[in-house]
């Protein structure tokens, strides 16, 4: 064991200023490559910035994993939601025909579209695993448009950084950044496992995004909004889940 | 540099195992393979409340909700332990230090370790050689933990990340899936807290306070026969 020494505290007190230094190098790196997630402040912003900035560099264009159709599970299990509004049990009523999303923000056409108009631009699906930060998860076959093409359509303009979406759900809103808003498994969910998706799993409409934590996949998704300044929104933090402790990015 | 890192170690275990129990109280269930949630058989049940109204296990009570900050402090002081045991690795590789944690080579038998136990067993007191470094038993323990317990930890950790297992999918499917991910991420926690309490108990019976006063300050009464 090495006594504690002057000589000791002089070497400890010069790495330990190297490493300021670096962190602070680290940090304008960062900022000039996004890799500072919105919430990344406070006590725990530089765990969350950590994990953000090394998986966003480590799960550049990887793919979400996707099972085969033998791995679906049989009983998948639903959190339970509010119960719906008026509104909600009004177009509910109506098969949903009526149910729109609207595109707006940072787009050159903002526009909304019918569940129709969403098929119309072309149905894919994926068998992929919802993953809740309580613990348990499920696998189903999720069929739907890839948000990526609803951008493209209302022609979003190249200086957005995040896109923002909310729910019928008071108060449900949550972002994702660029690079899981162009990941063609970024998914506009109608459909699961060959059915229509039941209200309880987020029909009509779900945002799924399995790359990260169940909670990111919005239920009821009617409003999308492209963005180059997420503060505007909310409490600043990107999402409503950071107001409520959790990370806005939730790839871990 | 052993110290310090073993200190912040130290501290974000605890920060982690109060975390990590606090999360797990949300779903207080195990499943084995892939998928699992309360539509479909567990392992294992925790026979305690859960802190989330989705797990029936027929108490009427509700656990407090911690799962926002837990998870926020279990991910930072997941980070404190995988950058302090990078310090120390780099420190130990260079400082030549791992020879006096990995057991002798002429250890590497049954007998040795059937000697050592038959020795605590006697109560007999360390020798020379003892009283300046580790026994074989010792040192397998602290290789176990330092070798295996702490990057299964880890890794059990990751392979329940979607994002993290998505550009990596071998670190889950070698696992079994998630939640055999997780599932072995609670044993872990189990075995890791058994080293701690030996550990602790090892410690008082070697004298507490001598012995913390030598891994806070680096000092111990007899360093002056140090090399």
């Known amino acids: 064991m090495n006594p504690i020494t002057r000589r000791n505290l002089i070497l400890g007190g010069g790495a330990a200023a190297a490493g300021v230094g670096g962190l602070d190098a680290a940090d304008r790196l960062a900022k000039r490559y996004g890799l500072i997630p919105p919430d990344g402040s406070g006590v725990y912003g530089p765990g969350e910035t950590l994990t953000y900035a090394c998986q966003r560099l480590l799960t550049r264009n990887t793919p979400a994993r996707e099972f085969s159709r033998s791995m679906i599970s049989k009983n998948p299990f639903a959190n339970a939601v509010a119960p719906p509004n008026d509104a909600f049990r009004k177009l509910q009523a109506g098969g949903f025909r009526d149910w729109r999303l609207v595109v707006d923000g940072t787009v050159a056409h903002p526009m909304s579209f019918s569940l129709v108009d969403l098929k119309g631009l072309g149905l894919h699906s994926q068998i992929t695993e919802v993953a809740c930060e309580e613990g348990w998860s499920y696998i189903a076959e999720w069929i739907g448009t890839p948000l990526s093409g609803v951008l493209r359509e209302a022609g979003v303009l190249p200086q957005t950084q995040y896109v923002v979406y909310s729910s019928t759900e008071e108060g449900m809103w949550e972002s994702i950044d660029m690079q899981d808003a162009s990941d063609p498994h970024t998914l506009l969910a109608m459909g699961m496992n060959d059915g229509n998706l039941p209200v309880g799993f987020g029909g009509p409409l779900r945002l799924r995004l399995p790359r990260q934590l169940g909670y990111k996949s919005v239920k009821y998704v009617n409003h999308i909004t492209a963005t180059d300044d997420i503060k505007k929104f909310g409490k600043g933090l990107g999402s409503v889940s950071p107001e409520y402790g959790y990370a806005w990015y939730a790839g871990m | ?227």
């Open chain 2, 1 to 227: 540099m052993v110290r310090v890192t073993h200190w912040l170690t130290f501290i974000a275990f605890v920060a982690l195992f109060v975390t990590g129990g606090l999360i797990v109280i949300s779903h207080p269930r195990f499943y084995w393979g892939e998928v699992g949630n309360v539509n479909t058989k567990p392992l294992f049940v925790i026979p305690i409340p859960s802190s989330r109204d989705t797990v029936p296990n027929g108490y009427n009570y509700e656990m407090p909700d911690e799962n926002g900050w837990s998870r926020a402090l279990h991910f930072e002081a997941a980070w404190v332990v995988v950058l302090a045991g990078l310090v120390y690795g780099i420190y130990m590789l260079w400082s030549g230090h791992f020879k006096n944690l990995i057991p002798a080579r002429c250890d590497w038998n049954w007998q040795a370790y059937r000697d050592r136990i038959a020795k605590y067993l006697r109560r007999a007191p360390p020798d020379a050689a003892e009283a300046r470094s580790y026994n074989v038993l010792q040192r397998t323990a602290y290789v176990i933990v330092i070798f295996v317990l702490f990057p299964l930890m880890i890794w059990t950790g990751l392979a329940m990340s979607p994002s993290f297992t998505a550009a990596f999918p071998l670190t889950v499917e070698l696992l079994g899936g998630r939640q055999s991910a997780r599932t072995i991420h609670f044993f872990v926690t189990g075995l890791l807290l058994l080293f701690l309490f030996v550990h602790v108990a090892m410690v008082a019976l070697s004298g507490f306070r001598s012995r913390m006063r030598g891994m806070i300050t680096g000092y111990t009464r007899d360093s002056q026969e140090a090399p």
